[in-house]
């Protein structure tokens, strides 16, 4: 048994590869592209392909001691140097210490006029000359397709783009070529069939007026690699791909605890709270008062002089500060501390991952202990995308662990109780604790009711308590269980009365 | 001083990309020496630059394919590749009106 999973693991050492340095791609691509080959990316205008290509020369040159050569076919090099900026890339820097060239080929369709036989060794020498000149290892070529628009003989031009592949592998080069996706093949030109060793499909596309960017590889020749397409991003720290595979359990795991605001639930929580860094989420039908629960945490977070940051994805910042104000809460004094942050905005307005960027970016900026996502349900109600929400969610919650952040999550679930499992099984699992809020309807009143579903590394409690919000704030109280099953509400008060009276009557007698 | 043009009597400063000894730069270099003696005569001048000597050269004056020849002067530039096999698409190229 033993030998033959030895046989299996040796049969899985494939090909050489260069890593990209590109978070998420080389675990997709099961460690990076393949060496010393031409991988082609393509997809549509805008889809990040110039973007893709650019990182991986410039991590080559700085991470991996592979220096590059980036033609450029489409934008000139000080186009491609503003572009790249944005993500902190100073290819001019670069260029000047010898670790990556740049060299834009401008081809002009109306200069040129064409008279009998001719062929692409100007290419290849500039190119040779590039490589040689900086002992490239790494190749780019953007967008390569561009030459078929200048040359008007495209038998010559063919004949000569599989002589210039043919001509990298031979010169050992790890190449990556870029083209426009076509109508009905990869590409425009049909180029996918010089280059396949690996293609990668960049895809941005707009469902329900929300923009997702993803990323397929289509086939990778001599090594196994992931199928599925993945959701990337492009953001202030260059580009992104969100893998599940990604998330390397490894973070610290810190034993302090920390309070959540509500006396009430940190004795249910052992006595003592939630533990710092650990994920918390808040489920519930609507108004049985997660919101107002997971700002305790914020605020209680905040007055221990931590500082907390709310996203608020239904309310706005006045209104949030007004309604947690009409439960006790005063939050302006810590905000004017600047120890609590709420930013307010729709997730619909961006793309889940641009989303999940500019979240990274706040908590970037502004440091906190604890988080507060309010609704986390908000961000999967664009339409049916539980797959794409899940690694996201995945993605944050790796990113807040690993920066010992506490994390609050409010999940609104429909009464139904079908669904309810459905929803919350996807996301429950990656959440250290979870809180769920009822609405318990009898005797013509509605109360709520708080239960501990799940809390690990801790004893938790296993009572149901009646959750009570009045104008001076959260508190918990013992559902009374008897015989009679669970009260709440007035039939507790009443309850406790009885025993109370009954009491009494002991005493007296 | 007259601007730019530094050898009178030369209309035409044309540079020829070539890329080693092959049949094709032979064949170029010979149709471009017989095309400007027939038209051109003594108004030209031309400067053959092989690239695997000065690889430098291919990027600096955006040379893909070779033979490439590039007229200077007069602006504006222009490109003729090929192995200039054509006369008159090199005549049209260069903007040179045959004579007669």
Redesign the interface.
Known sequence: MAKRKDILRSKRASIPKALTGIAGLDEVTFGGFPAGRPTLICGGAGAGKTMLAAEFIVNGALRYGEPGVFMMFEENAEELAANVRSMGFDLEKLQNDGLISLDHVHLERSEIEETGEYDLEGLFIRLGHAIDSIGAKRVVLDTLEALFAGLPNHAILRAELRRLFRWLKDRGMTAVITGERGDEALTRYGIEEYVSDCVILLDHRVNDQVSTRRLRVVKYRGSAHGTNEYPFMIGENGFSVMPITSLSLDHKASSERVSSGVSGLDEMLGGKGVFRGSSVLISGSPGTGKSSLAIHFAASAARRGERALVFAYEESHDQLVRNMGSIGLKLKPLISKGLLRVHASRPTLQGLEQHLVAMHDEIAAFRPSLVVVDPISNLSLEGDRSSVVRPTLMRLIDLLKQEQITAVFTSLVNNDAATRESSEVGISSLMDTWVLLRNIESNGERNRALFVLKSRGMAHSNKVREFLMSERGLSLVDAYSGPDGVLVGSARIAHAKREMGNSDNQVTK | MPPKKLISGVEYQLRL?V?GQTP?ST??IE?LNKICETHLSGRYKIEVID??IN??L??GD???????LVRQLPE???????????EE??L??LDVHPLG
Not at chain 2, 62 to 68: E, N, R
Request: proline share 9%; glycine share 6%; charged share 20%.
């Open positions: 990309y890329a094709k064949a170029a149709n690239l695997l690889p430098k291919a990027a955006q040379i893909l394919a070779v033979p490439t504006p530039i222009k490109k003729i590749i090929g192995d200039l096999s054509n698409r090199v049209v190229g």
